[in-house]
């Protein structure tokens, strides 16, 4: 992410795997019709539907959606910027508008027809590939974590708080298969997506920062 150690090799494989796994999702997704995979893979997390689990995605889906993620991706930034951090506002907030930008953009491209939900979740009326829940939310809570995270933290401290903005952005990429909402391929999409998106803003700020230096006298 954005203040991880600048290593332009390891930054241009992890962005070239994303770019390769989303182009074999984005063919997946263009074949008519679900594949194989997704329908075998959408089953099996079916297979564990239970009420409280049911519960816990709901939950998880709303975290993710558009009605929470937008203002409180708006007070953070005001938050950010009042206690100094225009810098970490400014990439946070390019990252979350930047990937919802492009989801809706892909969305539009690809036109993938939503599967049928379940549980009586309402069909959202939006295309199918990739899942923004999956991409934004994978650029929100990554990034939080990163504009939060200080030096100064001791490791246990630093490795708890990468974990729990994984899991939280795991679990609501999980939420839209377990509801039916989407295909497991639009989900792996999203995150391929999400990494390739922050993958470019840490590239462009590295950029930006070495110009600034060059012309320091």
């Known amino acids: 992410m954005l203040r991880f150690k ?17 182009a074999w999702l984005a063919e997946m997704a263009l ?21 409280r689990l049911t519960q816990l995605m709901w939950f998880a889906s709303w975290l993710g959606s558009g009605w929470v993620l937008w203002p409180g991706g ?15 506002a ?3 907030a390019l990252a979350v508008v930047g990937a919802n930008l492009i989801n809706e953009s892909m969305k539009a491209m690809f036109h993938r027809p939503r599967p049928e939900p379940w549980f009586g ?6 295309y199918s590939f990739p899942s923004g829940h999956a991409f934004v939310s994978c650029c929100f809570f990554l990034c939080l974590a990163e504009v939060l995270i200080r030096d100064r ?13 994984s899991a939280i952005t795991l679990t609501i990429g999980l939420s839209r298969v377990y509801l039916g909402v989407h295909y497991p391929t639009d989900v ?11 993958t470019v803003i840490r590239v462009a700020h590295h950029m930006k920062q070495q110009r600034a230096l060059v012309r320091v006298p």
Do not use: C, N
């Open 74 to 88: 708006a007070l953070l930034v005001g938050l950010l910027d009042r206690a100094g951090g225009r810098r970490d």
């Open 188 to 198: 792996l999409a999203g995150f391929a997506a999400a990494i390739v998106w922050t």
């Open 6 to 22: 600048y290593h332009p090799a390891r930054d241009a494989v992890v962005a070239l795997a994303a770019v390769l796994l989303f």
């Open 90 to 92: 400014l990439l946070f």
């Open 31 to 51: 074949i008519g019709g679900p594949s194989s995979f997704d329908l075998g893979l959408r089953g099996q997390v079916h297979s564990y539907a239970h009420p």
């Open 121 to 126: 979740y309402p069909l959202p009326s939006t």
């Open 153 to 165: 933290w001791p490791l246990a401290l630093k490795a708890g708080t990468w974990m729990a903005a």
